[in-house]
């Protein structure tokens, strides 16, 4: 019985060629969609899920709030780990990990410069899960000295796993082991090392000062321990262990601390919160928010909606034709369960080819979405454990829904109703499909306004005047490598020609690090409602006007007056923290060594524009400028357009003063480097945006074809009397137009309110200007005319002789 | 003229040199067995197709092969069609059926009111305009399709079996209307399986694989 179903199923399906592949084509091509963006957002929700104890790990985060600035720190005291461990009987173990920014590592006579390379607490492998394939997970990181590396670093340096004890030469310095090697760490990690250096090699890991924080820190719970109740004890803790630090450093108590409205507390964050939840200062990478996750898994319910949609549209517009099929059937004995069986067992044929197709081409499409997204993504046991079932649910559903409208619908027709003439059911169920394509082009007329959207902000965010010139600005790291060389350095870099002018400095508004520290403006330090804790940059006199800032007020540094190393240069904002109607001449304090009591009087000399430095999500926060003459960046104003012959030029200077590496970036780059994720984020949105437009049009296509061909008599008659094609396609397209331009309305005013509070995430942000609503709009519209006119056009088009013959 | 149907293998010959003239005020039937090319005649006639091959003169104009949309202005203002299945538009009622060709040729919608209800009057079917096709008789369907083809004032009709799809009364009905429409001037063209409705015309031309083989003149 079920054999003759799926017979006659096939044999319809075939007889409707194009029907059944736009029907397949837009469903698979939907799904393929949907299953690469719930592949996307399975991989995001995974992230340190690969560790066993994951459900007990905890990193220590700092909350500190100073003169009036709140900051959250992803790192903690160096003695912090200690503590735990000994403190807290809920602590089974402790590990930090401190990001140690480039190294050199040697193989045969090249340094080769790796960039993930951090020290570690012996204790790393107990916490986490990063299993060894050489070595002893045990001790590994015990010794000084002592080298973890990923299996792939092995390779790339060894050519062989089996490397253990073998001496291995970093910076140039010997006396280095390699203690172990472990397997490559997941990509879903929220940290990436190539290389662990024992924290015993670092002798600043044994300080036991409690007022700095440049630790990441996690705890590993006792099974069963409760988080929030350990946390509460860690007021306790930092009173116990940092009052008389901050008694001696900053000569006050902490309750006088806490009295002048700061604060410094720590909290924790589940380790499976960090990668989607956490974006603080000192972080070991660039996480993501969980905004993305809202806004992926939305598309792709869209994307979902609408194949589905166009499926069911479809299948309902068709089985009008196959009123008088359904007629015969009935009068030669059909009964109506068995026409239900039989609409059903195509609409579930049709689905499953659309999932087969789906499958295979989310297989083959997934190296580049890879490419796309940054990740590393892959098809295994794993994904088969959920997506067999998903697939078979979406079979069921899909099928079922598609169907059964269409079956029940037609299977209740009466035969003398149908057979007698032409039944008027292109018109019946219309309202519903009316309905869907409205629901449908909402959808993409929100989408489109979205994308719309994102990108105008980035372009703004781009293209924004952000206070300094990054443009032409040649960034020469490490210079602290030519000692004290590097004035000499810059000077002779200044005299060649295409240089415009060079200066040392410790950041750049571009680069990631970041220091700072705190001022009082009162001699006492005491008060610490009169402090300011604002970010400290090394400059030297030559950095305004390299960078292209403006000064608002006051001086810039000159080396003629030689009071200018307490010089200050602050930004708007610090002077707005400091409340100075006028700060030139206002003086700032500091304690220069804190064990000794002596405090330095620094002066502000100049106010400089705010320019923006941090992403344009946040506010501009205090900057302040002090001269330094040896810092670690050489950024070099350039105009040239042999730009390579420069840079070789500088290079061959660079080598002529030391055998370091030569590294440099261009500043315009860095800063593209620091918008790539939402630039990336931005080109998904609009491949899958496209795609659900697409999807959308297919449907229209498919439904318009079945319009055209309802009416292909009609249209032969009105010929006959006179109609031209234009009056044709124009009586064609009204209806679907029509529907379009009510999701417009309806889609318009409500893309506009989300994108809206999307936009309140930034800083910095332009308003939605009117003609992205126009142009989705009107891009919809436009598109949609295409698309149904293809179809009135050559229906149109088509010789009524032939069309009224056909009765 | 001359008219081929080519399909993969096959060429069939519908109209080979056929010759004919209807004068203006005329009223001919077209007779012939059954593919013989009586409709691929009317269908040329009416424009709706092209000759293959020779002349088509057209109150004097030639109108082979001169190009739809001069085609189709000529058709919409001189020649009207009556078919043997109606060809009513399901979704219009009996009123709109008749006002389309006045819609297409931009009369002015008061005039529209005007000629339509005339007409309708005419064709004694008024106490039906807002009915639906699928509502009235065959006969009644026909008188309206008559109607459709007369309200613009055509110089020609063509009706390529008019009476095919009615029992014998309605099929005189619509002879009757057919015979007063020429009688107050308009040339019909007629395509008819039957003698009883041939004998309505003044002429006969009967065809046979595509060429006159006889013309009989009624009057
Ligand atoms: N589109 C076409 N393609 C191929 N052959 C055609 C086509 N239309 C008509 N013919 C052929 O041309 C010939 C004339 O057809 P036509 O329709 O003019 O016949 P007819 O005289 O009107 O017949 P009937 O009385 O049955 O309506 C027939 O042999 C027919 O098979
Ligand atoms: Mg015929």
């Known amino acids: 019985m079920f054999r003759n179903y799926l017979k006659t199923a096939i044999r319809s399906l075939a007889k409707n060629k194009s029907f059944t592949l736009i029907n397949v084509l837009g469903l698979a091509l939907g799904l393929t969609a949907c299953l690469l963006i719930v592949l996307y957002v399975i991989d995001e929700l995974s992230y340190d899920r690969y560790n066993d104890k994951a459900s007990r790990i905890y990193r220590v ?90 299996e792939s670093a092995a390779i790339k340096y060894f050519n062989s796993t089996n490397v253990v004890g073998k001496p291995i030469i970093i910076d140039d310095k010997g006396g280095y082991k390699v203690t172990g090697v472990i397997k490559d760490i997941p990509q879903t990690s929220h940290f990436n090392f190539d290389f662990f250096i024992s924290m015993s090699s670092f002798p600043d ?34 009173r116990k262990y940092s009052s008389s630090q901050m008694q001696n450093e900053l000569h006050i108590s902490l309750d006088q601390f806490e009295k002048g409205g700061s604060f410094f507390k720590l909290n924790l964050i589940p380790l499976t919160d960090i990668h989607l939840k956490s974006s603080m200062i000192g972080e070991l990478g660039a996480n993501s928010t969980t905004e993305y996750i809202y806004i992926f898994s939305a598309i792709g319910l869209f994307i979902l909606i609408i194949a589905c949609v166009n499926f069911m549209n479809l299948s309902t517009a068709r089985s009008a034709n196959r009123a008088k099929e359904v007629g015969v059937r009935k009068v030669l004995g059909s009964s109506r369960g068995r026409l239900i069986l039989q609409f059903l067992s195509e609409s579930i044929l049709i689905t499953f080819a659309a999932v087969v197709i789906a499958l295979t081409a989310a297989l083959f499409l997934l190296p580049q979405f890879n490419q796309l997204s940054g990740k590393q993504i892959g098809f295994n046991s794993h994904t088969l454990i959920w997506l067999a079932p998903v697939s078979l649910f979406i079979i069921a559903v899909v099928g079922l829904l598609a169907g059964t409208y269409p079956a029940f619908f037609l299977s209740a027709f009466e035969p003398v109703h149908v057979l007698k003439g032409k039944l008027r059911t292109g018109l019946k169920g219309g309202g519903l499909r009316s309905f869907l394509v409205v629901l449908q082009f909402c959808i993409s007329v929100f989408l489109i306004i979205g994308t719309l959207v994102v990108y105008n902000q980035l372009r703004y965010i781009q293209n924004r005047d952000l206070g300094y010139d990054r443009n032409q600005v040649l960034v020469i790291k490490n210079t602290y490598e030519l000692n004290k060389q590097a004035a000499t350095f810059k000077q002779q870099i200044k005299q060649l020609p295409g240089v415009i002018d060079a200066t040392l400095s410790g950041f750049t508004p571009t680069s990631s690090g970041r220091r700072t520290s705190i001022f009082n403006k009162e001699a006492s330090l005491t008060d610490q409602s009169k402090s300011i804790f604002p970010q400290s940059w090394y400059v030297d006199e030559d950095y305004i006007p390299t960078m292209g800032m403006k000064l608002k007020a006051g001086r810039n540094f000159s080396l003629q007056m030689g009071t200018d190393s307490t010089g200050l240069i602050i930004n708007e904002t610090a002077a707005k923290f400091l409340g100075f109607k006028d700060p030139i001449g206002k003086n700032l304090y500091q304690f220069d060594d804190p064990k000794f009591k002596k405090v330095v009087t620094y002066q502000i000399v100049g106010v400089i524009k705010d320019f923006n430095f941090s992403s344009l999500r946040q506010n501009i926060s205090p900057v302040i400028f002090q001269l330094r003459q040896d810092a670690g960046l050489l950024s070099v104003r350039v105009k040239t357009k042999d730009i390579p012959a420069l840079i070789s030029q500088i290079k061959t200077m660079w080598h002529s003063l030391t055998p370091a590496d030569f590294d440099y970036t261009f500043m315009d780059e860095e800063f593209a480097a620091s918008y790539h994720k939402e630039q990336q984020t931005g080109t998904i949105f609009l491949i899958f945006t496209s795609l659900a437009i697409i999807i959308a049009c297919l449907g229209l296509f498919g439904l318009a074809a079945y319009a055209a061909e309802q009416r292909t008599k009609e249209i032969g008659i009105r010929k006959v009397l006179g109609a031209d094609v234009s009056t044709i396609v124009a009586m064609l397209s009204k209806d679907f137009i029509k529907l379009v331009f009510i999701a417009i309305v309806i889609a318009g005013p409500l893309a506009w309110f989300a994108m809206q509070k999307w936009l309140q995430g930034f800083a910095y942000r332009q308003a939605i200007p009117w003609w992205v609503v126009a142009v989705a709009g009107g891009g919809a519209l436009v598109i949609a005319f295409m698309t149904i006119s293809f179809q009135s056009v050559k229906a149109a088009l088509t010789n009524p002789v032939e069309s009224l013959k056909s009765e | 003229m001359e008219k081929y149907y080519r399909t993969e293998e096959v060429e069939t010959i519908a109209l080979n040199k056929l010759s004919m003239e209807v004068k203006e005020g005329e009223f001919v039937a077209i007779m012939g067995p059954s593919g ?28 082979a092969n001169v190009g739809e949309r001069k085609r189709a202005d000529l058709r919409k203002h001189n020649i009207g069609f009556v078919f043997q ?90 002879m009757e209307l057919l015979t007063d429409l020429n009688e107050q001037g308009t040339t019909i063209i007629m395509v008819t399986h039957s003698e009883h409705d041939a004998r309505y015309s003044h002429r006969i031309i009967r065809l046979l694989d595509g060429q006159t083989v006889m013309e009989n003149i009624m009057i």
């Open chain 2, 85 to 174: 299945s109606f060809n009513l538009i399901d979704e219009l009622t009996v009123y709109e059926n008749v006002e389309l060709p006045l819609i297409y040729t931009g009369v002015a919608s008061s005039d529209r009111v005007k000629r339509v209800e005339e007409v309708l009057e005419k064709m004694q079917i008024m106490h039906r305009r807002n009915h639906y096709p699928q509502q009235l008789s065959g006969g009644q369907q026909q008188r309206v399709a008559i109607a459709r083809a007369v309200v613009n004032k055509p110089k020609l009709i063509l009706a390529d079996e008019p009476t095919g799809n009615l029992d014998s009364s309605n099929g005189n009905e619509v």
């Open chain 1, 61 to 150: 985060n700092e909350d500190l709030k100073l003169g009036g600035n709140r900051m959250q720190y992803a790192v903690c005291m160096p003695p912090l780990a200690k503590a735990l461990t000994t403190d807290f009987p809920e602590v089974e173990d402790a590990v930090r990990i401190k990001n140690a920014g480039s190294m050199h590592v040697k193989k045969g006579t090249e340094n080769i410069m790796e960039k993930s390379v951090a020290f570690a607490d012996p204790s790393l492998f107990n916490v986490f899960t990063l299993p060894m394939i050489n070595g002893n997970a045990s001790n590994a990181l015990a010794e000084p000295n002592s080298i973890v590396m990923t």
């Open chain 1, 205 to 238: 890991s044994r300080s036991d000062r409690w007022l700095r924080s440049d630790y990441n820190t996690y705890v590993l719970l006792k099974p069963g321990a409760d988080p929030k109740r350990f946390e509460a004890k860690f007021p306790g803790l930092l």
């Open chain 2, 36 to 63: 013989c090319g009586k409709s691929t005649l009317l269908n040329i006639l009416g424009m709706l197709d092209d000759p293959d091959a020779g002349s088509y003169l057209f109150n004097g104009t030639e109108v």
